[in-house]
């Protein structure tokens, strides 16, 4: 099966079935993780020989992810759920880039921030807070920031948050947000992220957010420039987040692959290994901030 979708910006989608034609396509994958390698439980079908079928047909594979946390904690965890790494070269991930930002504090926003953080986050990601930027964890009503890496427990809804956001805003505290996303599927459970509550504290309480990761530029060139900044036309970006994966592609001046199973396969109707009808998803596509060049039914060789 070969369609193809336009929209509005005059983007073509082509839907592709497997990925094997695009090997000798692109040099290098640059490839999301949660949602697109996995669900947060175990690897997702055929995703882990996928890749490697794209290693061993001497393709280079960078993990571009939006986990909260750094990126030694985002390999001991992809080992732990069974994704070697044979099949990646380099990962890379907001939590990381967050990190560093409020160490080096080398740009304005940053430079302003006080020393001491109130954290909002599972105790995982706490090690988030062990950086010589921070001098220790504090209440919101003593801090100086907030550093926002997600929920506390599974199942926890926004709403149990706004509070502690209405007294950080009320206190005019910047927040740092490690991870953009709004909303993960963990299994088929849907969970709030980092990005909602920092979405809510910046449009509904006027709050001031530092947003690291996809779909933000900096991490882009993070990666290209570590990856030997090779032709933008040879590198691909795949992902299930049209916010995060495929319009920061687009920002970057890179061609897309959107795994239409993750997020966004409840809406379009779609369990994983399936593609959704063209008309289907042009109508996602007409509400998203860029459209990708290709929609997969996931990493399927």
């Given at each position: 099966m070969?369609m ?7 983007v073509q ?8 034609p ?16 996995h669900?947060?439980i175990h690897?997702l079908?055929?995703?882990?020989e ?14 571009l ?37 409020i160490r ?15 954290f ?6 706490r ?11 504090a ?5 100086d ?15 149990m948050?706004?509070?502690e ?23 088929d459970a ?23 990761g996809?779909?933000?530029r ?5 990666v ?16 299930d ?15 897309s692959a ?13 369990s ?10 042009a ?16 990493l399927?060789?």
């Amino acid at each position: 099966m070969h369609m193809s979708v336009s929209d509005s910006s005059s983007v073509q989608t082509d839907l592709l079935p497997r990925l094997e034609p695009l090997a000798a396509r692109y040099d290098h994958l640059i490839v999301d993780l949660w949602g697109t390698l996995h669900n947060g439980i175990h690897p997702l079908p055929g995703a882990v020989e996928c890749l490697a079928a794209f290693k061993a047909a001497g393709t280079g594979v960078a993990l571009l992810s939006n986990a909260p946390f750094r990126v030694s904690g985002v390999r001991t965890v992809l080992g732990q759920i069974g994704i070697p790494d044979t099949i990646y070269d380099d990962i890379f991930c907001s939590g990381e880039v967050a990190w560093h930002a409020i160490r080096k504090r080398e740009d304005a926003w940053h430079s302003k921030l006080g020393r001491r953080a109130a954290f909002i986050g599972p105790d995982r990601h706490r090690p988030m807070l062990d950086n010589p930027g921070i001098d220790g964890e504090a209440e919101i009503a003593e801090a100086d920031f907030v550093i926002c890496t997600g929920p506390r427990d599974m199942g926890h809804t926004l709403e149990m948050y706004l509070p502690e956001l209405e007294a950080a805003a009320a206190r005019g505290l910047p927040m740092v947000c490690t991870n953009p996303d709004r909303e993960v599927l963990r299994g088929d459970a849907r969970e709030i992220c980092a990005g909602a509550m920092a979405e809510a504290y910046e449009s509904r309480m006027g709050g001031d957010v530092a947003w690291h990761g996809k779909p933000y530029r900096p991490v882009f060139d993070e990666v290209m420039r570590s990856i030997g900044s090779p032709d933008q036309s040879r590198v691909l970006m795949i992902g299930d987040g049209l916010a995060t994966d495929i319009a920061g592609a687009a920002a970057a001046g890179l061609d897309s692959a959107f795994v239409v199973s993750g997020i966004a396969g409840e809406k379009l109707g779609v369990s994983y290994g399936d593609l959704p009808s063209a008309e289907k998803l042009a109508d996602i596509l007409a509400a998203a901030p860029a459209a990708p060049t290709y929609a997969i039914p996931g990493l399927i060789w």
